[in-house]
Structure formats: C-alpha cells, structure tokens
C-alpha cells in the first residue's frame, strides 16, 4: 500500500474512522468491562466495526487497542497478556478494513505521571515497546498515539515505536481552551510545543483529538500549521462538546454539522480528519463527502 505519508505530498486529504467506544457498548460490552480484551473474546464484533469505518469511507482505520499497554491492562488483570490483545486488535482492523485501507493502530496514555514518578520513562518505553511490536505483527500500517498530555510520555511511544518496529508514526495531544483563549493540555503543552516535541521526537503526523467539537479544532489546527508549515496534520474531532442529559454524557453535532465545518478544517492546513467521542459511520460518510469532492477539485 505504501506510506500514509506519501500519499499526503499528493495533496489528497485523507479520512479517517470514528469513535470506537460507543460501537462496543452498543454491541453489548458492560461498564467496568476491558475494552481492549473484546480484540480477543469478541473478536467478530470487533472486526464489525473497522469494517462499518472503512464501508462508510474511511482512508484508515484504528484498532481496539487504546488501553492496551500493561498499566491499563493491569487494572484488569490482564497484563501479561499485552501481546496478545494488541496483535489481536490490529489482526482485526485489518480483517474489517481490508487490503486496500490502512490501519493505524491505537496507542493511549498509560495513566502514570513521570512527574509523580509513578513510573520511569524506560518502563514506559518497555510498555510501549511491547504494544507496537504486536500491532505491527498483527498487520498495522501505522501506530496513532493518541490523546496525549504529556510530552515525555509522548516522545517514550514514539521511541519505542521507531526503534522497534518500521510502523509510521501519528502522534495526537487533547487540549482544553483556557480562560485566556488559548489551548494547553492536562500537563500544560500548547499545540505548538506539541508539534515541535512529537515532530523532533520522530513521530511522521501530528494532530490532535478529542476534547473538542470539529470547530475548536479549527483554531488548533492552524496554531500547528503556523508553528510548522510543513507538518502532516490529523484530527479526530468530538460530534461537539458533551452535553449531559439525564446523567449520560450526549454529543450534538449531526453528520450535517459536522461536515459543514470539514472546509474550515481544510483552509486551516489539516491533511487527515476523523471523528472521535460521539462519531458514527455517518458521521464518517458525510465527512468523506466533503473530503472527495475538495478531492476532485484540487488534487491532479
């Protein structure tokens, strides 16, 4: 298939899937449940959903891999069994995606603070190095580390993915706007710190998800493409900030609305978007609709 990279120095912007956690509930999965042990015990339910992404138009598909380093999987008692999980979850993303998309495989925080010392960065790196070894195994084209905070933490999954695998690197931080208008993460890094941390780090693609509706990521998407003008850019959005309704967390943004700020995203520089907390296959479809037709007007 070649390079997720390549095909951007086309010009072509890419789609990408959506929320995978919401699918899993609907199929069944209880709260206090492992996720991530789904890629195993439910296997074909798994596959469903990468196949209802890649039906729906997506260029790429994650895996149920986001918590499935061995501090995650350790709350459940299933650390010893990281390899396995995560080859798993690729192995299915590549069965529901096909031959013809690419799978980037899901990487999520550990939930430990170096700054706390909870943890060491060569212990990070380890946990890391063990998820990206299997998501290559299992067939991934790429690894998506995702809703990160922390530079540090960042830089160990991508060290350890470069230097132990030959997977493309995507690398994602989650901001939240301040009362000054400007955005930082839960560890305090602006979208411009992140990209020149992940970017010198190694990591291919940069971007940012979830903690946000598809029209802050407009603002943050173009603070990225100013700070460095050459850099890939992802985003998988939120369908709108939650609301709650009766105790349960709700995302507004329709298909509609959400597609109809994919143009802003484009003008702004972003290269990929996707869909996070709340997105459907219909979100997915009505944002590949843009995404084409900006396509065929401006990629020769």
Not at 52 to 68: C, I, L, Q, R, T
Not at 98 to 106: Q, R, T
Not at 117 to 125: A, C, G, R
Request: hydrophobic content about 40%; glycine content about 10%.
């Amino acid at each position: 298939m070649g390079k997720i990279v390549d095909v951007l120095k086309t010009g072509k912007v890419l789609v990408s899937d959506g929320a995978w956690g919401t699918f899993l509930y609907e199929k069944g999965m209880k709260a206090g449940e492992c996720p991530d042990s789904w890629s195993v015990d439910r296997f074909d339910d798994v596959v469903d959903i990468a196949k209802k992404y890649a039906d729906a138009g997506a260029d790429m598909v994650e895996s149920n891999s986001f918590g499935a380093s061995y501090y995650k999987l350790e709350h459940f008692g299933l650390q010893d069994k990281a390899s396995e999980i995560n080859e798993a979850a690729a192995k299915a993303s590549r069965k529901g995606a096909g031959k013809d998309k690419f799978v980037i495989a899901s990487i999520g925080p550990t939930g430990k603070l170096l700054v706390s010392e909870e943890v060491t960065e060569e212990e990070l790196y380890n946990a890391f190095k063990v998820q990206a070894i299997a998501l290559e195994k299992g067939g991934a084209d790429a690894v998506c580390i995702e809703t990160m905070s922390d530079a540090d933490e960042a830089r160990c999954a991508i060290k350890a993915t470069k230097e132990n695998t030959k997977l493309e690197i995507i690398t994602t931080f989650s901001f939240d706007k301040t009362i000054q208008g400007t955005y930082r993460t839960m560890m305090g890094l602006s979208p411009e710190d992140s990209v020149k941390y992940a970017i010198e780090a190694g990591s291919d693609i940069v971007g940012t998800n979830c903690g946000n509706g598809i029209e802050r990521m407009i603002e943050i998407v173009r603070v990225m493409k100013k700070s460095n003008p050459k850099a890939y850019i992802l985003v998988h959005a939120n369908a709108g900030l939650p609301i709650n309704v009766d105790g349960k967390d709700t995302f507004p943004e329709t298909p509609e609305m959400m597609a109809a700020n994919v143009g802003g995203l484009i003008e702004a520089g972003v290269n990929i978007v996707g869909g996070c907390c709340g997105t459907t296959p219909a979100h997915i479809a009505a944002i590949k609709k843009v995404v084409t037709d900006y396509n065929v007007k401006h990629v020769k």
